[in-house]
Structure formats: C-alpha cells, structure tokens
C-alpha cells in the first residue's frame, strides 16, 4: 500500500493536470507554505487560494467554461459537489476511510450517468481526480462492489486520462465475485 | 448478440445487466447505438432495473433521434417524473425539472437539437479498423493471403494499406487497414469472411479499433 503523499502537493499535480487538460497555461501555480493551499496568480493582478477556487479559475480562462455549469441550478450543484471533493474525499483520504465517500458516490451515480447534468463537468472532472488516489489502491473484488462509481469512474478515465496523463485504472467484472445480484 | 425483446422483462433484464458497467450501450459516449436501443424499448424500465432505468433517463434527454416536436405532453411527463424522484430522494440534486425557466431552457434545447439531428443525414459514422490476420505457418504465401483479404467487399467497406509484421519463428502477420461504415459493417462480419479462407488464414484479431 502506497503512503499517502501530503494532499497539498497532490492538489497541485492536479491542478497542473487540469490545466494541460483544458489547454491553458497554470502560469503561476504556487503553494502557500503557511496555509498549505494551492495560489494561483491569474493575470491582470488577480490571486485565486484554494484548490477549488483555482479549478474554476482555471475553466474560466479555457475555451470550455460552461464546464463550471451554464445554469444557476447547475453551478450551484457543481458547487456543492466541489465541496464534496474537498471537505468530504480528501478528508477520507486522511483518515483511511473511504468506504463512506465510495458509498455516497456509488448511491447517487446509480441513477445518474453524470454528477450534475447529462454532461461531463467540472464537478466530474474534480471528483475524478480526488478518486483516483483512492481507485489506485482498491482490489478488484471491492471496485465490484461500487459498480456505479467503477462505471462512472471508467467513463471519466476513457475522456480524460489521457489527456491529463494519468494511468487508466484497470477494471473487471469477475462472476465469481458478483454478490451484488445483477 | 443482442438483448432479445426490449418490449419484454428478459429483454430489459439483458439490458439491464449490460449496462451495470457502462454508460452507453457502445463507447462512453451516446452513439446512433444508444438511439437504436432506445427507439426498441416501449417505454421507460421499471425502477429495480435501475441501470437500465438510468440509462434510458439519460438518452431520454441527451440522445434521441426521433423528431422531438412529435414528443407531446405526455412524453415530457416521463423526464420530468424522473428528475422528481431524484428529488425526493437525494438533496444534492438540485436539477429538478419543476420550475418554468428550467422547462423553457429544456424545451429550447430540445429543439436545436432536433433541428440539428435534421440536417445529420450527411454524417455517416465511420471507423478505422486495424486487423492482424494470422497464418498457419512460415511457409502460407502472405501475398496470396492479402488478396484474399482484399477480395472481401462489401457496402461500407474500404480496405486501407497493409503491412507484415513478423511474430517470430519466421511467421509474419498481415496488418491490414480498413475504413467501414458503422451501420452496415460489423466485426464479426468482417472476421467470418476472413476466416471463410482457411487455406490461408489461421485466426483474426482487431488490433485498433478507432471511431472517425
């Protein structure tokens, strides 16, 4: 089992992961030493502090920015998803227990194709990122068990790994492990 | 292949099973086969098939072909009880099809898509394929095996170049192109024909399949 790396540099090979994704440059991507959250100084004298600050400054500045959602509705769910991310995945993350976080996600995704909408978002985009620390290290046998984020997982990878350089993550439906009655 | 009577419970129970690992019925993202699919069922699947039930939500929205003016007040009735029920159930989603703006927008939408699968006809789905056709041994004349290859024709077929790989002990393989239409070609046509040449060929594989 790999450690965990520390979250703030993990959120800054992120952010840098977004940013080639979306075709803009991270310019001046920073981590504030004292509060240990990622800076970005944007252009025309603007300072932008958080992971989630940052992602969507980011989204504002490429050639997608309706990725940060196109209605009130819809950008407040993104919203409160990113929160999710933060306050919710990486906490899991420091504390070993991800059971929770992949049980929500499982839950919601099983009717839904995606978080907010019938598109991909930026809410995916981030939540995909934030799981995949946490796909990295599960076995087969308990990614059968979350079918839906597994699912919605695979679909994220096959739109965006490349592009981000990540690794796909691979997956398997085993009968012998279906305990799940499909 | 195939889910056998989408209009059925086993058809939709096949449908159902299938689509537990994926979001489209092929690749990740909708395609004339999720329309296809969609047009065969009757109506919405009940809810303890839940991806299924999730899958038709989604093209229901996203991926239809038919014109979407046909597709009265009832039709919109079965959306909108979707997303009602995603709102009881789970507070996070707040895209509820309740409100007049949300319908408006909806409707709108709706209808530039429609206008834009109208004027689709041009577009044929295509795809390069790339095929390893192997040979019994060293000694199968590779020439004689590519134009038997080549030989198969079809509407939607094009094959492309073609090289030879060599896989050790002297035997090579024949990597062959093609560029087939999605509708009218499958890939278990393209493998019957190939193998039909037994004389010659000892297996197919697809080594790259690729949507144009």
């Known amino acids: 089992m790999p450690i965990f790396t520390q979250p703030h540099q993990v959120n800054m090979e992120e952010l840098n992961n977004l940013a080639s994704y979306l075709g803009v440059s991270s310019g001046k991507l920073v981590l504030d030493a004292k509060e240990q959250i990622p800076v970005l100084k944007a252009g025309n004298g603007l300072t932008v502090r958080g992971l989630v600050s940052v992602a969507k400054q980011l989204v504002r500045q490429s050639e997608t920015p309706e990725l940060k959602g196109t209605t009130a509705e819809e950008r407040a769910a993104i919203d ?24 929500d996600t499982n839950a919601y995704l099983s009717h839904h194709v995606y978080f907010v909408g019938y598109q991909p978002t930026l809410a995916d985009i981030i939540l995909y990122l934030g799981l995949y620390r946490i796909f990295e290290d599960l076995t087969f046998m308990e990614k059968q068990k979350y079918v839906h984020v597994c699912r919605w997982f695979s679909n994220m990878q096959s739109l965006f790994a490349n592009k981000m350089s990540k690794k796909h993550i691979a997956f398997q439906r085993n009968k012998i492990f279906s305990g799940t009655g499909h | 292949m195939g889910f056998g ?3 059925k419970k086993e058809g939709l129970s096949v449908l159902n099973a299938y689509l537990a690992d994926k979001s489209y019925i092929e690749g990740f993202q909708p395609s004339q086969a999720d329309a296809v699919v969609f047009d065969a069922l009757s109506g919405p699947p009940s809810a303890d098939l839940e991806n299924a039930l999730r899958w038709y939500n989604h093209i229901n929205f996203t991926g239809r072909k038919k014109d979407l003016s046909a597709y009265g007040p009832a039709g919109s009735g079965a959306p909108a009880a979707g997303g009602d029920d995603d709102d009881d159930d789970d507070d996070i989603d707040l895209f509820g099809s309740d409100d007049e703006d949300a319908k408006a927008e909806r409707e709108r939408r709706l209808a530039e898509y429609a206008a834009k699968k109208a004027k689709k006809p041009a577009l044929i789905a295509k795809s390069s394929l790339l095929l390893d056709v192997k040979p019994w041994d060293d000694e199968t004349d590779m020439a004689e095996l590519e134009k038997c290859v080549r030989t198969i024709e079809a509407d939607g077929l094009l094959w492309g170049a073609s090289k030879l790989v060599p896989v050790g002990y002297g035997i090579r393989k024949l990597q062959i192109n093609a560029v087939i239409e999605d509708d009218k070609i499958s890939t278990d046509f393209l493998e019957d024909e190939i193998t039909k040449f037994e004389d010659y060929v000892q297996s197919m594989d697809i080594a790259a399949f690729n949507k144009i």
Do not use: T
């Open chain 1, 80 to 103: 409160q998803w990113l929160e999710y991310r933060v306050v919710q995945v990486d906490r899991s993350l420091q504390e070993k227990d991800v059971s929770s976080v992949l049980r």
């Open chain 2, 5 to 7: 009577d989408l209009k």
